[in-house]
């Protein structure tokens, strides 16, 4: 399927991601005011809510990582097949990790993703995914933070892509149905 953006129906404007993520930087810059705060952003799709929401975190001893995963499937449909494109270059034992996520829709690549974390012992492991798809859960994750809980539709723009394309889109938009 060919998407162009004029087909998409906005969702989320610039201006309301950007409120909304200042609330969520508040709130994690509360919750870690006296621990050290270990930001891991899952790409490829976080890099853009990652990038926002650290600059709204008044921290002195934040530090960031980055891993790669991908899921196997087709265009809008994940397999549940994760695999690490790219692991993380700082040790997290002991660590009080905040993994960014994009979206979690079934939740398997999350799953995973804190399956294999945890063998690695941090000291604490929390969750903040800007989106959350609730309709197609299949594995349930404890979510500390969520930026938004959407319908279930297709979403891209921020990050998320289509087919690899749109994640220079500075809003999120959902594909209009025609
Ligand atoms: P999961 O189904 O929770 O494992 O989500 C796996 C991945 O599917 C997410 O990290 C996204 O990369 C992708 N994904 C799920 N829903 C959407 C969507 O609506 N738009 C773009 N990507 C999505
Ligand atoms: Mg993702």
Same mark, same amino acid.
């Given at each position: 399927?060919? $998407?162009?953006?004029?087909?998409?129906?906005? &969702? @989320?404007?610039?201006?309301?991601?950007?409120?909304?993520?200042?609330?969520?930087?508040?709130?994690?810059?509360?919750?870690?005011?006296?621990?050290?705060?270990?930001? $891991?952003?899952?790409?490829? %799709?976080?890099?853009?809510?990652?990038? +926002?929401?650290?600059?709204? $975190?008044?921290?002195?001893?934040?530090?960031? +990582?980055?891993?790669?995963?991908?899921? @196997? %499937?087709?265009?809008?449909?994940?397999? %549940?097949?994760?695999?690490?494109?790219?692991?993380?270059?700082?040790?997290?034992?002991?660590?009080?990790?905040?993994?960014?996520?994009?979206?979690?829709?079934?939740?398997?690549?999350?799953?995973?993703?804190?399956?294999? &974390?945890?063998?690695?012992?941090?000291?604490?492991?929390?969750?903040?995914?800007?989106?959350?798809?609730?309709?197609?859960?299949?594995?349930?994750? +404890?979510?500390? @933070?969520?930026?938004?809980?959407?319908?279930?539709?297709?979403? $891209?723009?921020?990050?998320? +892509? @289509?087919?690899?394309?749109?994640?220079?889109?500075?809003?999120?938009?959902?594909?209009?149905?025609?």
């Amino acid at each position: 399927m060919e $998407i162009s953006s004029d087909q998409l129906d906005v &969702l @989320y404007s610039e201006e309301a991601l950007q409120e909304r993520i200042l609330e969520l930087g508040k709130k994690i810059e509360e919750d870690y005011r006296d621990k050290d705060l270990h930001v $891991i952003c899952v790409l490829k %799709g976080s890099f853009l809510f990652l990038a +926002d929401l650290v600059r709204a $975190i008044r921290h002195d001893r934040l530090s960031v +990582d980055f891993l790669g995963l991908s899921s @196997y %499937g087709n265009e809008t449909k994940s397999s %549940g097949v994760v695999r690490m494109t790219q692991d993380l270059t700082i040790p997290i034992e002991g660590k009080h990790v905040l993994i960014i996520e994009d979206i979690i829709d079934t939740g398997l690549t999350m799953h995973y993703l804190l399956e294999n &974390l945890r063998t690695r012992l941090p000291k604490s492991i929390e969750i903040c995914t800007l989106l959350h798809k609730p309709a197609n859960t299949e594995k349930p994750v +404890d979510m500390k @933070y969520i930026g938004f809980t959407i319908p279930n539709k297709f979403v $891209i723009g921020y990050g998320l +892509d @289509y087919a690899e394309c749109f994640r220079n889109l500075p809003y999120i938009g959902v594909v209009r149905q025609s």
